[in-house]
């Protein structure tokens, strides 16, 4: 009788049957909110300026504080009338993700530091031990200001990365440390104003000020090269910075560091081969793989070598590297081309990715 009276739509029923019924899933309620809008007698009481007046349709801080909106009449509008939808905000995926990388390190015990986009040939290529006609430190393959000058470091640094370049020892060293890269190391080579090529400029300037061990620390900023742009290289890019220097430090440690960010990032292939460069030994380079563009490089290190370091006045072993953030960020937001972290198109942004 009851699912008779609900099936010809009527309203007076008995509920504790409907609610037996409804248990048994033969019947659903449904809710229903009508809401009806009347002007109030206040706003009866407003005077309404006619069509063509001067009308207020938006109320300003001026217009309170003077009363003026008390002289004026109110255009008339449609509460039903569409209005365009308003996203919420939110962060740059990208920009999120680095800030997201940083506290990563700062959990594992590593301090930010940070140094000049302006360098000097010393602090970017010759403190690390890279020879003074190396191929990378060309007008092809690096930016060169105009118009400025550098200053020189100071007199000790100087004299001992000259030292270590020409293969001679340090003040108070029996014997050099190498042979060096033959030639004659030019001072005012070392003064030229560079824009810095990597951050490990950043973690030179560190040592330098004489870190009591044990210290961890990182960079994670801008470097700019002579780059053909393509879905992997860019002018300018940033690169993650870091060094760990303690006694007992080796190349495992490194590795270790390696295969702990990778596996916070939700990166599962990592692999790393043997590699060189020219202020660290031995070298390594690890790879993840991005789903569509294959193994990328991101993740280059080793151990700095002692013409670095002692120059410096470091005495503990200290591990490097200059991991390739943007690439990472690849991998982790699915880009498939590295332009896109650059990506300024706002409604694209705004839809929550690239």
Request: aromatic residues 8%.
């Amino acid at each position: 009788m009851v699912l008779k009276q609900i099936a010809n739509g009527e309203e007076e029923i008995d509920e504790a049957i409907a609610g037996t019924l409804e248990r048994r899933g033969l019947v659903r309620t449904e809710h229903r909110s009508i809401k009806r809008w009347s002007v109030s007698e206040e706003g009866k009481r407003l005077d309404l300026a006619p069509g063509g007046g001067d009308q207020v349709g938006a109320l300003t801080v001026r217009d309170l504080a003077d009363g003026a909106w008390q002289r004026r009449g109110f255009r008339p509008y449609d509460v039903r009338a569409p209005v365009p939808y308003a996203r919420a905000p939110r962060e740059n995926p990208y920009l999120a993700w680095l800030d997201e990388f940083a506290d990563l390190l700062v959990g594992l015990g590593f301090a930010e530091t940070e140094g000049p986009l302006l360098e000097t040939e010393f602090w970017n290529n010759d403190v690390l031990f890279m020879p003074q006609d190396h191929p990378a430190r060309s007008i092809h393959d690096a930016f060169w200001p105009a118009g400025i000058t550098g200053r020189p470091p100071r007199a000790d640094l100087l004299g001992g990365v000259a030292a270590v370049h020409e293969g001679r020892a340090l003040p108070g060293d029996p014997a050099p440390l190498g042979p060096g890269w033959g030639g004659r190391y030019d001072p005012a080579l070392a003064a030229r104003p560079v824009l810095r090529s990597q951050t490990t400029a950043v973690s030179a300037r560190f040592l330098a000020s004489r870190p009591r061990p044990p210290f961890r620390t990182f960079s994670l900023d801008r470097n700019f090269r002579v780059e053909s742009v393509d879905a992997r290289h860019h002018l300018e890019f940033l690169q993650c910075e870091g060094i760990v220097g303690e006694e007992g430090v080796t190349l495992r440690h490194l590795v270790g560091v390696f295969r702990e960010l990778t596996e916070a990032l939700g990166i599962p292939d990592l692999k790393i081969r043997p590699s060189y460069f020219p202020f660290t030994e031995p070298s390594i380079e690890g790879y993840v793989r991005h789903p569509r563009i294959g193994w990328m490089e991101v993740l280059p290190g080793g151990l700095f070598r002692p013409e670095v370091l002692r120059p410096l006045g470091v005495e503990v072993p200290v591990a490097a590297w200059g991991i390739g953030v943007t690439r990472l960020a690849m991998v982790s937001l699915g880009l498939d081309d590295i332009r896109d972290t650059f990506d300024t198109d706002l409604d694209r942004l705004t839809r929550g990715g690239t």
